[in-house]
């Protein structure tokens, strides 16, 4: 099934001049993972801070969890590439590359709890399937399969609808006269349940398909 995914190498050949740049500097794969990572907590914690006070936060605030997603998919592919392309591959790597984005990805995702038009149970719901669609594709190596990237929601993809979520939100916020707060519950938990939908075909393509590869 489709996924932003599959635009992955045309984005990796317009990172390359400044991957090539940054291994100049002596910059490392590990490195470049951690500081997304250590940025995503910051952000999600710093979200979670102030949305949760007594007085109301700019709405606009919240334009920075789009911001963000765009420039950890490019660290991400920073990453991939300086561990690959020269020769900074390691089993630590490996670990931090899975652990650093599940642990960025739950983090920026929960912030949106604190918003008071989502649905607390629907979003736990969605971080626990997003989690488990993760493990599903990094078991494909114990039956000796590649890791599985089998979409339709994988992890660009959900940064992109929870990226759609927070320009609603603020949209919602400064156009609250046409925008009521029942139709902000349903357009933002309807889009949640959907990603949820999504997630539960994403674990079953990658279990699948890992599986069907094994038998030929």
């Not at 400044?18 to 990572?37: D, E, P, S």
């Not at 989690?131 to 929601?153: C, F, H, K, N, T």
């Amino acid at each position: 099934m489709p996924s932003i995914y599959q635009l992955k190498p045309a984005f990796q050949n317009l990172l390359r001049p400044f991957v090539r740049r940054l291994y100049q500097h002596g910059i490392m794969a590990n490195q470049v993972t951690l500081f997304a990572m250590f940025i995503s907590l910051l952000l999600a914690g710093w979200l979670g801070f102030i949305f949760n006070k007594p007085t109301q936060a700019n709405a606009f605030y919240f334009l920075l969890v789009p911001i963000w997603m765009l420039i950890r998919m490019a660290f991400n592919a920073i990453d991939g590439m300086l561990a690959r392309e020269f020769k900074q591959q390691s089993k630590l790597g490996a670990y931090l590359n899975e652990l650093c984005d599940v642990i960025s990805d739950t983090a920026l995702y929960l912030c949106f709890i604190v918003l008071s038009c989502i649905s607390a149970p629907l979003l736990l719901c969605v971080v626990f399937l997003a989690i488990l669609s993760e493990y599903a594709g990094v078991m494909a190596p114990v039956i000796g399969q590649e890791r599985r990237y089998d979409g339709p929601m994988g992890k660009s993809d959900r940064a992109f609808w929870f990226s759609l979520l927070a320009v609603f939100y603020t949209l919602s916020q400064y156009f609250s006269e046409h925008v009521t707060f029942k139709l902000q519950q349903l357009m933002s938990n309807g889009l949640l349940a959907i990603i949820a939908l999504l997630l539960m075909i994403t674990i079953y393509n990658r279990i699948r398909h890992a599986i069907q590869n094994t038998s030929h």
